[in-house]
C-alpha cells in the first residue's frame, strides 16, 4: 500500500511560498543580537551547501522553547536561500495520515528535491511528526526510521540538500538517535531580558504614546523584570506576542494586565 | 482508508443549535460569584478573537470535578458569542467510531471553521474523545496527535477561531503535553457553600412554601452543612439536580432524603 | 466495518420477553429481607424515571459474589416496570462477537431505547461483555468507551431511560473509571444464615416430609450453621440451588450430602 | 468474518465415534481404586444431567499431571453416558486454526449441543485452546472469553448437558478466572506405588513367564520403588506405557531397562 | 486465509533426498565415540517406532552448542530409516514466510506423514522456525502451539511417525514448554580432545605428508589443546572445519594459523 | 502477501555498479595503516571464497563508530573482488518499505546471488535494516529472522558467497544473536592522530601553499592533538571531510575554524 499511497499525495516542485508565507506571516522582530546570529549562522550553511561539492548534505537542527520562534526563523533562513526548490515538511499538512500516508509524503519531498541542483528542506516540529506521545513514549517508528535514512543519504550526483528541523523536545531526539545524524544544532533562546521585551511592545505599537511605552517598562521594572544576571522572564516570543494582544484588550489597563500575564507564568 | 472514511462524515457548516441546546437545556443557576465570572472570562476571549487581528487562534481550558457544568458552561459561552459558526466536538455524536474515523470527524470541523470568519469549537470531555482508560494509561494516540496538530495550526489568513475544550481529568492532559497548547485554562469548581444550595433549591422549587424551603435550609445547616471556611461539601451542580429529583420522589420526606444523600457523598 | 457490522444485527423494539424469562425461569425465592428490600430500591428507581423529567437518565448497579443472584434480581426488576421498551444486553447472545460488532450491538440497543418514552436497558454482567481478563488485566478498551460514553449521554428531549448493570467484579469497573458513572449501586449478598437456608430448602420441596426436613436442619445447624453472627456460611443463591440438586440424587443421603458439599466450601 | 468462518466448519450431529476412539484405543487399565472412583464420580454428574431438570448445566474438570490419563478417562465417562450427542472439542482438530476460528468451532459444538435434550462436550486440553504460552503469559483472550461465557449460559429450556474438561495447568486456568465456573473439579493422579506398576506391566503383558514378571517387580522394589509412603515413584499412565514399550525393543534386558527408565525420571 | 495458505505449498510424499544430501553433504567424521553412541542411539528409536505397535509416536530433541553437528546428525539418522517417508522441515526454506504460511507449511508435513505406514520428519532448528528474538523475548506463539499439538498428536491407526529435532537453545524450549512433549533428549557435544582435533584433520587431508601432520599435532599440543581433563578446547564441528580451510588459505603457515585460530576462541 | 510483493520489486543480476560507486566517491584516504590492513584483510576472504570449495559461505562484519567508513571499506572490499555478482543491500533504497517489502527485496538479493557461482553481498547499516530504535528496543523481528536464516543456510552445490556487513552498533547485534553468525569481524577505527590528520588534509588540498598546511598542523598539535598515547581526538573519516568543507568556507580562518571544530567535539 505504500505504492498506492504514493498516488494519494500529489507531486510538489519548487517553492511552496504560501506555506512559508503562513509561518512567518507575523515576520521576525529583532529583539536580541541571537535573532541576527542565529540568521547568520543559517546564511553560512546555505552557503556551505551552494560552493563546497564535497558537501552536497548538510542538516542543521533549530532546537529550544516551545514557542521561541524555531518555525518562523527555520523558514525565514530557508526563504532567503533563494534556491530553486524550498519545501516544508510540517505536521499541520498530515493531520489524520495514517504513518504510511506520512513516510510517504516525506520521502516524496525528498525524492522531489533530488532533482533541483540546490534544495531546502524544512522538518518543522519533528516531534509531531513522529507522533510522539510522552505517556507510554509512544511513537511512529515508521516515520523514525524513514527520516533516519533520508537524513543520512546523499542526494545523487550533482544535487545538494539544506535540511533545516525544529523541534522543542531534543532530549527526546537524543534518545530516538536521531540528533546525532545533524551537522550542528542551533538554540534558539526565549526573551529574558527587560531591553528584549521593550523592543518588542515598541515594535508592535502595544501602545501610542511614548509616554505610556515608558511608564510600562517601568512598572515591569518594578514588578522584578530588570536584573538581567538572575532574570526570572523566560517567555518565547510567541506566547508574548499573544498576551500583547490578550492586554490590548483593556485600553485603560494595558501595562497592568501584560505584567499580570507575565508574572503569571512562573506560577 | 482515511479518505473514504471522510465520506462517512457528512460535512456541517454554521452553528449546530440542535446539540449546543441539548446540552444547556437545564440552563444555567447562578448560585455562585463563579458562576458569573465564568462567563464573563469567557466573553472575553470571545472578543478577543472577534478584534485582535493578530491572535487568531485563542484555545482555552474548562476543567473541574465531574459534574460540575463544565459542557454547560462551554456551551453558554459558545452560543452567546454569536459567531457565525459554532460546533460542538462531543464523544456523545461518536459513539462506535473507529480512531480514524474520529480523527476525521474532528479534522473536518476545523476544515469547516477555517471558512468561516469567526468560529468557536467546542472540544467536549477530551479525555473521552481520546479514549483514555486509567487501566493500562490506554488511549488513542492518533486522536491525541491530531487535537495537538489542530490545536496549534493558525487558521488561514482572515479566518479566526475560539476553541473551548472541557476535561475532568487536567492531570492527563498534562501528562499527554495537550495542557500546555492551551492559552488559558479556567478552573469550573464544585458547590461547596449552604448558600448556593439555598439558590438552587429555590431555583428549582424543590419545596411549594417558602416555610419547608427554610426548615430544609435549617436542616441542612444542622447536618454540618454551614461552615463555608473547611466546608465538607463538595458536589457538582449535574449531581446536586439529580439528588433532588430523587428527593422529589418521597413528598413527605423530601429534606430529609436531600440531607440523607448529601451526607452520603463522603462515604 | 462499524456500518457494515450494524446490518449483522437485527434491529430488537419492545420488550425482549423471551430472553428476560430465560433468566428468572426458577423464579425468586424470598428467603430474606434483603431480597424484596433490592427490588423495592429498583422500584423506587423505575418510579423516579417515569416521574421526573428532570432526570431522564438514571443508572444503577447491582453488584456482589457470583451466583448471588444479581441477573435475576436485575430482570426482574426490569420486568415489573412495565415500561414499553426492555431489553437485555448480554455476553451470553454476542458469543463470538469482534469488538466492533460488541460496540455495534451495544449501541443499537441504546440508538432503540430512544426511540420509547420510557425504557429500561439491564446490562448484564459487564466484566464478559468487556472481555476482562485478571491475567495481563486485559480487556476490550472500544467496549469500555462505548459504555462510559452511553451511560453518561442524555437521552433526547422527552425520552427517558434507567439503566440497570450487574458485575460480580465491583472493584475492577472502579479501576476502569466505570463505577462513577452510576448514581446508585446496590449490594446483592450471598445467603449467610441457617434461616434463609431453611426458607429456600423448604421453597424447592427437597424433602418430601416436614421430619425429614427438620432433621436436615438440625444436622446443618450442628455442622455449625447456626450462629448468625460469625457466620461460616456464604453461599450464593445459584449455587445453593446447584448444590440442592446435586444432594438430591441419592435419596437415601439428601441431608449429609447437602451439609457435606456447604462445608466443602470453604477448603 | 466471523459468520464466513462459521461455514468453513462443517457441522457436526451426533456423538462423534471416531475421535472418542481415537483417544481411548489403548484403554484404560484399572492399576488403582482411584480409577474405578474417578470414573464412577463421572457417573454420578451423567446421572444428575439426566434426571435433574433444575441443574440443565453441569461442568467438570479433570486436572492432573501430564499423561496422567485424563482425555482417557473424561472420553471414556462421556461415551458411557450414552447421550445422543456426545462430542470432543479438542486443539488436536483445530491446528493452523486463527483464533476466530477457534471460537466458531468452539461455538458450533455448543450450539448443536443445544438442540439435543441430553449431551457431552468433553473440552480437551483447555491450555492449548487457549494458546497458552509460559513465556511473557500469552494467550488468546477471545477463546478465553467464549469458554467463560459459553460455561456459564444455561441450555435453552428442555436441553441439558454436561461439561467435561481437562487440563495439566489448573493453576493457570485459576489465573485465568475459568476455575470458578466449574461445578466440580477431580484430580486424576500419577501412578505412585509398585503394586499399580505390577497391575499395568502384567496386563500389557511385558513378559512371556510369570518367572520373569517376577523378577522384574523384585528388581524394581530394590531399585527402591517398593515403599509406598514417601514413594519416589510419580509417573503418568501414558509416560509408563511408552517407557514399557522402549524396554521392550531389547529383549535380553527388559526388566534393567524398564527400571533403569523409572529411575531416570527424577534426574 | 490459513485454507487458501494451504494451497500456495505444494504437497510433499516421499523422501527428499536433496534436502537430506544438502545438510549432509559434508559427511560424518567419526572423530569421537559419541559420534557412534549418537546415531546408534538414533537407531534404536527408529526401530522402537518400525516394531511397536502400541507406540506410533516417538520424539527426540537433538541438542547442543551451535555448529556442534545437530543437523548433520539428525539428518543423518533419518536417513538411514529407511521408511518410506522422510521429510526435513527447515527454517532454511521458510524465508520471508508468514506466521500463517509456516503453521501451514509445518502442518502440510505431518498430514503428509499420516498417510505413509513409518515416516520421519526432522524438525530442524526450531528457535528459527518459532522466530526467536532473545532481545524481547519474542517469538510466533502460533508456530509454537503448532508444534505443541502436532507433537502430542497421536498419528491415525496404522501410522506411526518419528520425530526428529534439533536446537542450539534447549534452555529456551523448556521455558517455552516444548523439552517435555520429548520423550528423550540426546546431547551433541564440541569438540574438546586433541585425538579428535587429530582425526578431523587427517580426514580431511590438512596436510600432505605425515610428518607436516606430526608437527602440527604438536604444536597444538604445545598451545596447551593436550590435557583433556580440564579442555581449554570447545569447538563445533563445523566452526573447526571452516578454520581448516581458513588455514589452507596460507600454503607456508597452515599449521600457525589453525592453532591461532583455536588460541582465538577463547577471547 | 509476501508473494505478490515479490512482483513489486524488480529482479538483479551483476554488478550493481552505480550504487557502489555513489558509497565509494569520495574515494579512500589511506591515513593510516589501519586502512590498508582492512583491505588486505578482506582480500583475504574474498580468495578464500573464491578457492576453497568447502566453505561456500563466509561472512564478516565492520563495525565501528558512525562515519568511520565503514561502508566505503566494504563496498570497496566488495568492488575489488571481481566476482559476477556484486550487490548491496542499503537501507537507502528501501526508503517507505514495510517489514514483508524489506524481507522480500533482502530475500531477492540471495536468491540472485545463488545463481552466481562467485557473489559478494554488501549487508549495509544491519541496524537501519532491522528499524532498530533504541527507546523502547524496537525492531523488525522479520527482518531479523530473515538475516538469521540467510546468513547461516549455504549456498546451492557449485556456488560461493561472500557476506560483508556493516553496522555502527556492535552490542546491538550481539543482543540479537546476530554476531554469531559471522566468521569473523573487523574493527573500523576512527582518526585519532595527527599524523592521520596531516594525510587527510593534505589529500584533499585544504590549503594551497605547504607553508599554509604546517601553520594549520602546528596549530593543531598546539591546540592538543599531538600527544598520540592519551589521545583526546577521535573522530570518523565522514564527520572530518565535512568539517573540512565547513573550513574551507572562511578562506582566511580556515586553520582556525578547522581546530575550533575539532576542540568542540568533546563538549
Ligand atoms: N525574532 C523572532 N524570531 C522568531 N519568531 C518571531 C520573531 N519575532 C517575531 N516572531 C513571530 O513569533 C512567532 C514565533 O512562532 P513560531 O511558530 O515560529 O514559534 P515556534 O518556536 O516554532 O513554536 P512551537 O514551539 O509552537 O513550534 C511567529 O509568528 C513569528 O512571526
Ligand atoms: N451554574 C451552572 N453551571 C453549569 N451547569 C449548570 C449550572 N446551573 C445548572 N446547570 C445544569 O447543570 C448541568 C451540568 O451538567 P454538565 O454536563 O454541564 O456538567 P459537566 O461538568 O460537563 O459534567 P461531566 O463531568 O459529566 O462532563 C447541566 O444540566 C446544566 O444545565
Ligand atoms: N432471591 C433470589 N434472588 C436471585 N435469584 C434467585 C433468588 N431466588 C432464586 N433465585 C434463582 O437463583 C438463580 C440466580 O442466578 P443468577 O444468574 O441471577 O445469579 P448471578 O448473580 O447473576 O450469577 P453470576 O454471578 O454467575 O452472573 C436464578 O436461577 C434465580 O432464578
Ligand atoms: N487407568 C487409565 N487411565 C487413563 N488412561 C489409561 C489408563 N490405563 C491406560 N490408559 C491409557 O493411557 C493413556 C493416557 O493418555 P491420555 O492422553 O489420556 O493422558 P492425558 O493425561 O490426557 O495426557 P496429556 O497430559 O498429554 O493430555 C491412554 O492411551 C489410555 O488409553
Ligand atoms: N561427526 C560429525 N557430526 C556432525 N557433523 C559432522 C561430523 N563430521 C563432520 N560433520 C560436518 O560438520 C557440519 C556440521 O554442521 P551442522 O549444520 O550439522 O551443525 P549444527 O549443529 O546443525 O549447526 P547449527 O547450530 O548452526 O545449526 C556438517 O557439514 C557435517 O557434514
Ligand atoms: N580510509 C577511508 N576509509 C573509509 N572511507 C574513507 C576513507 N577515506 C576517505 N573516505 C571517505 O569517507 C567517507 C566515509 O563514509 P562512510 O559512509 O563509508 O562511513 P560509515 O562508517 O559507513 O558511516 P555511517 O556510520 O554513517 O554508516 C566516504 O565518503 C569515503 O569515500
Ligand atoms: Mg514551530
Ligand atoms: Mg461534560
Ligand atoms: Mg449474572
Ligand atoms: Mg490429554
Ligand atoms: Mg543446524
Ligand atoms: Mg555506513
Known amino acids: 500500500d505504500f505504492l498506492s499511497a504514493l498516488d494519494e499525495v500529489q507531486p510538489a516542485f519548487g517553492v511552496s511560498e504560501e506555506e512559508l508565507q503562513q509561518v512567518i506571516q507575523n515576520g521576525i522582530i ?3 543580537a541571537s535573532v541576527e546570529e542565529t540568521l547568520r549562522t543559517g546564511k553560512l550553511f546555505v552557503d556551505q551547501v551552494r560552493t563546497s561539492s ?11 522553547h516551545p514557542g521561541s520562534g524555531k518555525t518562523a526563523l527555520g523558514a525565514t533562513i530557508a526563504q532567503q ?10 505536521p499541520d499538512s498530515m493531520v489524520g495520515y495514517g504513518e504510511a500516508q506520512k513516510v510517504n509524503a516525506i520521502t516524496r519531498v525528498f525524492m522531489d528535491s533530488y532533482k ?5 528542506i524544512v522538518i518543522d516540529n519533528i516531534e509531531r511528526l513522529l507522533d510522539w506521545s510522552p505517556m507510554g513514549a509512544r511513537f511512529s517508528n515508521s516515520v523514525l526510521q524513514t527520516l533516519l535514512v533520508l537524513m543520512g543519504k546523499r542526494p545523487p550526483k550533482g544535487r545538494r540538500l539544506l535540511i533545516i528541523a525544529t523541534t522543542s523536545l531534543r532530549p527526546i531526539l537524543t534518545d530516538l538517535g536521531l540528533s546525532e545524524t545533524f551537522d550542528s544544532e542551533l538554540n534558539v533562546s526565549p526573551i529574558t531580558t527587560l531591553r ?3 523592543v518588542v511592545i515598541r515594535e508592535v505599537k502595544l501602545f501610542s504614546s511614548s509616554q505610556e511605552h515608558k511608564e510600562a517598562i517601568r512598572m515591569l521594572a518594578e514588578a522584578g523584570f530588570r536584573d538581567e544576571e538572575n532574570a526570572k522572564l523566560q517567555i518565547g516570543i510567541k506566547k508574548l506576542l499573544s498576551m500583547i494582544e490578550m492586554a490590548r484588550q483593556e485600553p485603560a489597563n494595558v501595562a497592568q494586565r501584560l505584567t ?3 508574572m503569571g507564568l512562573g506560577m
Do not use: C, E, N
Not at 81 to 90: A, C, H, R
Open 30 to 32: 529583532h529583539y536580541d
Open 54 to 64: 564535497r558537501t552536497p548534505l548538510v542538516s542543521i537542527l533549530l532546537h529550544g
Open 81 to 90: 536561500s533563494d534556491f530553486p526548490f524550498i519545501k516544508l515538511i510540517s
Open 116 to 120: 533541483s541542483p540546490l534544495s531546502v
Open 196 to 198: 528584549a521585551l521593550d
Open 260 to 262: 499580570g500575564a507575565l
